[in-house]
């Protein structure tokens, strides 16, 4: 798997439901502590942010920040683990407090959603098969790309990214694929990559760290 780095930056943030409680955060905050217990929905195929390891046990960089959240708040942490598509939907009714998995904070987003906190920024970046002949972003005009459905790289695929947040770098639209594939997670899109070149995609669109872990799984 080759992959090209992006000037495009997501910002990852803490997502917290608006709709689920009257007072917004506040209240999360207090049913947390009085519960003790945080239940973080996170998506469990996300690596190397958020997925099930060997020991069949969650782990990764988003898993990281959330224990550490509740071990400063005094609380377990519960994680629940639905699909992204269900996360940004924003349909929570309760069923978790808070989710930590690395969602692009957006005006749009924060008509649901409530952003505590900007925790890091990543490079998004495009990763072909080895066996690939593209050596440039143009050499994937008129391709079919993969991305995660709902996720900021679809958004930039299909030329319908917004980056309005504080502090969200300026970008350019440099890829003109004939087709964008929606797929419920990033490891779905790289397994059809890694069928072979151009055998269902020419093309993943992804997060850095991602790509970097795929890549190494082979």
Request: charged share 20%; net charge negative; hydrophobic share 45%.
């Amino acid at each position: 798997m080759t992959f090209w780095n992006r000037p495009q930056l997501t910002l990852a943030a803490m997502a917290l439901a608006l709709g689920a409680y009257p007072a917004h955060a506040g209240a999360v905050l207090d049913r947390v502590l009085a519960a003790g217990t945080l239940k973080v929905a996170t998506d469990a195929n996300w690596a190397p942010q958020s997925f099930v390891n060997s020991s069949n046990e969650l782990d990764g960089f988003d898993v990281d920040v959330a224990k550490a959240i509740g071990k400063h708040l005094g609380v377990k942490v519960e994680f629940i683990t639905p699909g992204w598509d269900i996360i940004t939907a924003g349909h929570w009714a309760g069923r978790w407090d808070m989710h930590a998995g690395s969602m692009t904070p957006t005006k749009k987003r924060a008509e649901i959603f409530d952003f505590p906190a900007v925790y890091y920024y990543t490079p998004a970046a495009v990763a072909v098969h080895k066996d690939s002949k593209a050596k440039t972003l143009a050499d994937l005009d008129g391709k079919v790309v993969g991305a995660t459905s709902t996720s900021t790289f679809e958004a930039y695929a299909k030329k319908d990214l917004t980056l309005d947040a504080a502090g969200a770098p300026p970008f350019e639209y440099k890829l003109n694929p004939k087709e964008v594939r929606s797929y419920e997670n990033s490891t779905t899109a790289f397994d059809d990559l890694r069928l072979g070149d151009g055998v269902r995609l020419d093309a993943v669109v992804s997060s850095l760290p991602s790509i970097l872990d795929a890549e190494k799984a082979g």
